[in-house]
């Protein structure tokens, strides 16, 4: 039954929201550094953090959401 209850927790957190919402305002942003910095380092040095904050910010909401219900 564990392993049930595990499946059906990641599949409440992917149809969540919440998540794609953070994924969706972080991946805009990194495009436009990408698209305002050029393909360089520089871009993938700011552009990188901010798409994993999306992901990891949006997590976080969920979690909490999940939570309190």
Do not use: T
């Not at 953070?22 to 953090?49: E, K, M, R, T």
């Amino acid at each position: 039954m564990a392993l049930l209850e595990l499946i059906e927790g990641i599949i409440e957190w992917w149809c969540s929201w919440r998540l794609y919402l953070c994924i969706l305002i972080s991946v805009s942003l990194a495009i436009f550094l990408h698209n305002q910095l050029g393909d360089g380092a520089l871009a993938w040095c700011f552009s990188s953090p901010v798409a994993l904050a999306g992901f990891f910010f949006g997590w976080r909401w969920q979690s909490r959401s999940d939570s309190k219900d």
